[in-house]
């Protein structure tokens, strides 16, 4: 067993990669000290996480006793009803509760918000645009990846704009270690949660709008949610609604300012060359970590020496398994030309050789998991980032205003972006590094 892992150190928050390579020189999974007291299984080899993803023996029912023993109250009865959302379930109450909403994310319904997003994103680059002309710096974080995001999935859930911001800490707090927040946060976010989605699903049942909150309040009655599951359902959307895209905005952004190389390549490009700075940033900084926890149900065999006991926590970590050497070559290495399509790159190194391309990345999990939004999060980052990086753009040319090596990053195993991203305008004529 590796030294006790602590997802709240800042240091591991910002660079956690040694520590997964390390972990992997042991095997594809190794038993991990946790510093909240517990034990876990962690998955870091690429073929093995999706075979676990995929296999029935792992369930992603929660443990009774998980985490630190916490006594009987208000915001442990708000975690418990929030948290019985389809990622906490198996088959088949999963099969169910994503049948109810798959039919709000099939690709005619998410290719018909790209105009809307276009519109947003054009806004908010006008808007930072306008802020660094007046204050010379910015935020990309709070002025670009966290609002797209949330104003789109707000648009398709129903949320109301002006609650973004309380939103935002609440969801953050929850899906934070509780060592990284003040005593209380935590509980309080929980709390809070619970009562304002309470408050929304009252809301929409006496004034449904054409929202996706009001579809699947309208068909709890007919066979679909009852009120935990529709309470759970809304986090669980609003959660992954932003927080993946807003991780992946940040962390495509970063890796651009940095690797001028690859940013100018992307602008002779053209379309297919964004996709594939998209693709490449879900896998170089997968903005989910890792997946929810899963339990084993019987003793699992995973090779390579590898025997995981019943009953074992379990978490695949996808940032682990997205720089698996042996899925992907150069793994620590930025090249969205693996993703491009063949006859768009040639065999010099950024790519691989021509007619190949990189296995598929595991950002979005894999088997009956899989993602539902992954589609959007694509087509948000495909609009945004040439948006604010092509040639063209309303934006000036963007420098880093800070040292990347010091930029916080918010901790857990959950979720995974930087904190803040702050950038200058670059003055005409000067040349930038990275």
């Not at 998980?66 to 009987?72: E, I, L, Y």
């Not at 973004?164 to 809070?192: I, Q």
């Amino acid at each position: 067993m590796l030294d006790t892992l602590d997802p709240a150190d800042p240091d591991f928050a910002r660079d956690p990669y040694p520590y997964y390579a390390r972990l992997r020189t042991t095997g594809p999974a190794a038993r991990v000290a946790l510093a909240n007291g517990t034990e876990a299984w962690l998955v870091t080899g690429y073929r093995q996480a999706r075979e676990v993803l995929a296999d029935p023996r792992f369930s992603n029912v929660p443990p009774r006793a998980a985490g630190r023993p916490k006594p009987d109250s208000p915001a442990q009865r708000a975690r418990g009803c929030l948290a019985r959302h389809m990622l906490n379930t198996d088959a088949p109450d999963h099969t169910r509760l994503r049948r109810l909403t798959t039919a709000a994310f099939t690709p005619r319904r998410v290719d018909a918000l790209r105009p809307r997003i276009e519109r947003l994103t054009a806004e908010l680059v006008a808007d930072v645009a306008a802020g660094l002309a007046r204050e010379g710096t910015a935020d990309l974080v709070d002025a670009f990846a966290f609002p797209l995001p949330v104003l789109v999935i707000g648009e398709v859930l129903g949320v109301p704009a002006a609650d973004r911001a309380d939103l935002r800490t609440w969801t953050y707090r929850v899906g934070s270690p509780a060592d990284a927040l003040p005593a209380g946060a935590v509980d309080e976010a929980w709390t809070s949660l619970h009562a304002y989605f309470t408050a929304l699903i009252a809301h929409k049942r006496r004034i449904p709008g054409d929202d996706l909150f009001s579809a699947l309040i309208h068909d709890a009655g007919e066979g679909g949610l009852d009120d935990g599951e529709l309470l759970a359902m809304a986090f669980l959307l609003l959660f992954a609604g932003y927080e993946t895209t807003m991780n992946l905005l940040a962390s495509a952004s970063l890796l651009l300012l940095t690797h001028p190389r690859e940013l100018a390549a992307a602008r002779r490009g053209g379309p297919g060359a964004w996709a594939a700075v998209a693709e490449e940033a879900l896998r170089h900084a997968s903005p989910l970590e890792g997946t929810t926890w899963r339990r084993t149900t019987e003793e699992v065999d995973l090779g390579e020496g590898v025997v995981l006991p019943a009953d074992a926590s379990v978490l695949v970590v996808l940032a682990a398994a997205n720089r698996d050497p042996q899925a992907f070559a150069e793994p620590d290495a930025f090249r969205p030309a693996r993703y491009a399509a063949a006859g768009e790159r040639g065999g010099d190194g950024t790519g691989g050789k021509a007619g190949e391309r990189a296995a598929p990345h595991a950002a979005f999990g894999h088997g009956p998991h899989f993602c539902l939004g992954s589609r959007l999060a694509r087509l948000e980052a495909e609009v945004a980032l040439p948006m604010l990086f092509g040639e063209g753009s309303r934006m000036p040319e963007l420098s880093l205003a800070a040292d990347p090596a010091l930029l916080p990053y918010r901790p857990g195993l959950l979720v995974r972006g930087p904190r803040r991203l702050p950038v200058r305008a670059t003055p005409p004529g000067s040349t930038r590094t990275g």
